[in-house]
């Protein structure tokens, strides 16, 4: 009979905590969420972690919002949060993570925007409702802005006024058409001058009769106008 034992004492923390909300981005459009949690420990057996913050704390028992009132669960390196929705803006979630024998690493947190809001085109115009494909007549200009900075537009012929932004047919430029496509850095606010062309018309939407044109926007969060 052995008249020893080994017994080995470990009084360092987890190394390196680190959440990472939907992979780093800076929107999200939805409240529940993705989180990559990591430790720079090779050897996670036994380990714990701990998360709160700008929750929806009916969600999830375990995380709350506040670290007191949150739990200490299983470590795993993902991890589905739901955000408080109450209110776009920017959303902090917080995690500490323990060891085996519960030895508590540091703080580590991440931010996201929260951006559920869906921009709103408004359109003046057009000068004129009817063209056709003779010179002198076969243009019919507009303009429209949109209430928060955006990324994307699109023009289309659409079937229905409530018709989302992947249906229909954006106009084309080939014979005059202008501005009824574009990506870029967008200002709210800022009217873009468009131009309808009566044979671009006609190739989105073959056959004489009322088209119904409508705008769409994508603002930053990567939420299209209804």
């Not at 704390?57 to 949150?70: A, P, R």
């Amino acid at each position: 009979m052995a008249n020893f034992f080994y017994l080995t004492l470990d009084t360092t923390a987890p190394a390196n905590p680190s959440i990472s909300i939907e992979g780093g981005a800076t929107y999200s459009t939805q409240a529940l969420v993705d989180c990559l949690i990591n430790t720079s420990d090779s050897d996670t057996t036994g380990y714990q972690m701990k998360i709160w913050g700008d929750v929806d704390t009916s969600y999830d028992s375990d995380v709350q919002d506040s670290e007191s009132n949150s739990s200490w669960i299983t470590f795993q390196e993902l991890k589905q949060v739901r955000l408080d929705d109450t209110e776009d803006g920017s959303k902090t979630l917080y995690v500490r993570i323990r060891d085996d024998v519960h030895n508590v690493s540091g703080q580590a947190s991440d931010s996201i925007i929260l951006d559920k809001t869906k921009p709103e085109v408004t359109i003046s115009g057009p000068d004129v409702d009817k063209i056709s494909k003779v010179n002198g007549k076969n243009e019919s200009n507009f303009s429209f802005s949109v209430d928060q900075e955006f990324s994307e537009y699109k023009v289309k012929v659409v079937s229905s006024t409530g018709a989302a932004h992947d249906t229909g047919t954006t106009i084309g430029t080939s014979n005059g058409s202008s501005n009824m496509s574009n990506t870029g850095e967008f200002e709210k606010d800022s009217p873009i001058n468009c131009t309808i062309n009566g044979t671009d018309l006609e190739n989105a939407s073959a056959g004489d009769g009322e088209k119904i044109i409508k705008v769409f926007a994508k603002d930053l969060a990567g939420n299209w106008s209804a």
